[in-house]
């Protein structure tokens, strides 16, 4: 899969506490990682630069292939990691509080395995119809599945901001799992909710289509954002499946 991405600390935030990566393993498979740290300081930052970092370098090392591998790996990798954050802000005052969302994106031939805690994201998009991949982790979205606010209650709910996983918020940090299959043309999204918190779905599929690469997309979508005064950083990664040009 192709790959772009960027990072932008946006219009309102003194700094970036988002960290994107891309890491491929010893089988060539291709691990996409964004996070979006929370906490005082700079601690939201060493929070979302440590998962990244530590979960894609030991991907590095791995010579997995097979789907039901992957999924265990994340599994256990994000277990080891969330551990490996609370240890930290145990020990240094300055990273007390420290937590941080991440979505994460295993790219297998025609399949892609998806793993996320948090509310960062990520989308199919194929063709003019966006598929939102993951469940938010946040308050307002509980109590939607839970059938207690309505779609529209939740989309101005003040638990939005909410966040009831993360790796670093607490011992049990298990993500969600998904498997999906691909086709040639497909594009992969993973965001933090900088970007959907300004841009809707309808533009973010304009956006793209309207630009002549996927390099091009990242940018003019962190650009439209930040017009549209995004009160977050904003952090986008697109991969392309390719099979016809983009």
Do not use: C
């Not at 601690?43 to 992957?70: F, L, R």
């Not at 941080?100 to 297998?108: D, P, R, Y």
């Amino acid at each position: 899969m192709k790959l772009a991405f960027a990072t932008d600390k946006g219009t309102q935030r003194a700094d970036n506490q988002d960290y994107v990566d891309v890491f491929v393993n010893h089988k060539g498979l291709q691990l996409a990682l964004v996070a979006d740290g929370v906490g005082g300081a700079n601690a939201g930052d060493v929070a979302a630069t440590m998962a990244v970092s530590h979960i894609g370098n030991d991907w590095t090392s791995t010579k997995i292939s097979q789907a039901a591998e992957v999924k265990q790996w994340l599994i256990d990798h994000t277990a080891r990691e969330n551990k490996m954050i609370l240890n930290a802000a145990s020990r240094y005052k300055s990273l007390q509080g420290m937590a941080t969302t991440i979505v994460v994106a295993v790219i297998l031939p025609s399949r892609l395995i998806i793993a996320n805690i948090g509310d960062s994201r990520a989308y199919l998009l194929r063709r003019d119809n966006m598929l939102q991949l993951t469940q938010d982790h946040n308050l307002a979205s509980e109590l939607l599945r839970r059938g207690a606010i309505t779609t529209d209650e939740a989309a101005a709910h003040p638990g939005r901001h909410l966040i009831t996983r993360q790796l670093g918020a607490s011992v049990d940090a298990k993500p969600d799992i998904r498997e999906i299959i691909v086709e040639s043309g497909d594009l992969l999204l993973l965001t933090t909710d900088g970007l959907g918190k300004a841009v809707s779905e309808e533009e973010i599929i304009h956006t793209i289509h309207g630009a002549d690469s996927i390099t091009e997309s990242v940018a003019k979508l962190i650009a439209t954002a930040n017009a549209h005064g995004s009160s977050d950083n904003v952090t986008v990664l697109l991969g392309y499946q390719e099979g016809e040009e983009q």
